[in-house]
């Protein structure tokens, strides 16, 4: 999460994590969404710089990227809970 503080990231990763978390109809607690929101975050900064070339920079950007990031991983982790 770029541009923003240590504190700022774990309250915007947590707000971003449980907004993925409803969205995505899942049952997580509130370390799980702050992980999900800020490792969200820097997933999708990663793949947006790739295919994009820039980074969500500042609070909403980073809320943005951690909720879209965050959304992303339960997705997969749903993905691979189905074919085991």
Partial sequence: MQGVGWIMAIIIGGL?????????N????????????????????FLASLIFGTAAYGWFGSLIAGFIGASLLIWVARMFKRSA
């Fill in 16 to 24: 971003a994590g449980w907004l993925a978390e409803k969205f995505m």
């Fill in 26 to 45: 899942a049952n997580m607690g509130l370390l799980m969404n702050i992980l999900l929101g800020i490792v969200g975050a820097i997933v999708f900064n």
